[in-house]
């Protein structure tokens, strides 16, 4: 189902993406990220692969679009998404389409522009404040500006039960749901895998089930994304 992005959310995705690159200008400021304790998953990680992880606080045991698994056809997508969008109406499933996408390339943007994966990584870090209040500022070791957001875990969870109060099929369903869990989680035990592994079930949800066949309206932060498969949602396993 081919179907453009409102304009509306389209000026939020802007409007979060420039926030993005200001909160850039000083976060950049840290070291790049150390390839050496980057450990690479593989692409079939379960939930519970991800929790042993959490001891490990500076092995980041997940890399963002490191995956070969082979993405699902095109009719077993299509056929995901019919059933995704079950008894919705068409202002429905432009507000799913939206959420999804917006959120998508936020996380996006948060691996690929502001280097979360390295600032994160230590769960003392104090820009976890940033994840459980938007509200907060802090200031990051080696930078002489103090940082904010725009959003926190909390908010995110916020539109993703706008989506559970709507969505009638039961996989999707869970998927969402999985979606709050993961973000909670990590938010809770100031985990930089669990945030990537929510990065993957948001990219799944967007290019292979909700906005499957929808031209990009604006383009990703890494390409090399577009067409990585991670395997995790429950929608596109039925």
């Known amino acids: 189902m081919k179907k453009k992005i409102l304009l509306g959310g389209l000026f939020l995705l802007c ?28 692409s079939s990680e379960t939930d519970s692969e991800v929790s042993e992880t959490e001891s490990e606080s500076t092995s980041y045991h997940l890399k963002l679009h490191d995956s070969d698994l082979e993405p699902p056809s095109a009719a077993v997508c299509l056929a995901a998404q019919e059933r995704a969008f079950t008894d919705l109406s068409e202002d429905d499933i432009q507000l799913v389409q939206d959420t999804i996408h917006i959120w998508h ?18 769960p003392d870090s104090v820009a976890w404040e940033l994840w459980e209040n938007k509200d907060a500022s ?24 706008s989506l559970i109060d709507i969505v009638q099929d039961q996989n999707f369903l869970k ?17 930089v895998n ?10 799944d949800c967007d290019y292979w089930l909700v906005n499957y066949g929808v031209q990009l309206s604006i383009a990703p932060h890494d390409w090399d994304g577009v067409n990585v498969y991670f395997n995790c949602l429950e929608s596109l396993k039925s």
């Open 15 to 42: 409007f979060l993406l420039s926030a993005c690159s200001e909160n850039e200008k000083t976060l950049s400021s840290s070291s790049a990220p150390n390839s050496s304790s980057q450990v690479s998953s593989a």
């Open 105 to 122: 390339m936020t996380m996006e943007g948060e691996f690929v522009m502001k280097n979360c994966r390295e600032i994160l990584g230590n």
């Open 138 to 161: 802090v200031l990051i070791p080696g930078d002489t500006d103090p940082v904010g957001t725009l959003y926190d875990g909390a908010m995110i969870i916020s539109e993703l039960q």
């Open 175 to 191: 998927d969402l749901k999985k979606m709050q869990d993961t973000l909670q989680s990590a938010v809770d035990k100031h985990s």
């Open 194 to 203: 669990e945030l990537d592994y929510f990065h993957r079930l948001l990219h």
